[in-house]
């Protein structure tokens, strides 16, 4: 396998790297920085973003956010990951490899959870009734890009 192959579509997971920093706190706003750095492995693939983070509230609802979560994990890194999360989907999209997973305690389990998802969706269909237009709705809801005349 070469690392320039662009056909390269399974990855076996994603390492991901994840800082954050509190840069300002006072008594209603705490402020983050953050980076969140997406390894391949093979390693031939990094995706990368970093940003700012702004939390309101009082100091108790703050500090909620701030303790771990049942897997460890910082629960404001999980809210943040779920944010990125389809910026991460785009880029990958783009690049024309997996996606990372979508909940950031699932780092190794990238590929069957998207090739899962893909099946789901693709096998869903849902009825839409189709309502027939009258006369009178042209009249009740005129058309509002061309004027009357």
């Known amino acids: 396998m070469s690392k320039n192959d662009p056909k390269l579509t399974q990855l076996e997971?994603?390492?991901?790297?994840?800082?954050?920093?509190?840069?300002?706190?006072?008594?209603?706003?705490?402020?983050?920085?953050?980076?969140?750095?997406?390894?391949?492995?093979?390693?031939?693939?990094?995706?990368?973003?970093?940003?700012?983070a702004k939390i309101s509230g009082d100091t108790m609802e703050r500090d909620e956010i701030l303790e771990n979560d049942d897997e460890g994990i910082p629960k404001i890194l999980t809210v943040i990951y779920q944010e990125l999360f389809p910026t991460f989907f785009l880029l990958s999209k783009t690049l024309n490899v997996s996606c990372p997973p979508h909940k950031i305690g699932q780092m190794g389990a990238g590929?069957?959870?998207?090739?899962?998802?893909?099946?789901?969706?693709?096998?869903?269909?849902?009825?839409?009734?189709?309502?027939?237009?009258?006369?009178?709705?042209?009249?009740?809801n005129p058309d509002m890009t061309q004027p009357n005349v």
């Open 111 to 140: 590929v069957d959870n998207e090739l899962s998802e893909e099946v789901a969706v693709e096998n869903e269909s849902i009825d839409v009734p189709v309502e027939a237009e009258s006369e009178t709705d042209s009249v009740e």
């Open 13 to 52: 997971k994603y390492d991901v790297d994840a800082n954050i920093d509190e840069v300002q706190s006072d008594d209603e706003i705490s402020v983050f920085t953050y980076k969140f750095t997406a390894l391949s492995n093979p390693k031939n693939v990094r995706l990368s973003i970093a940003g700012t």
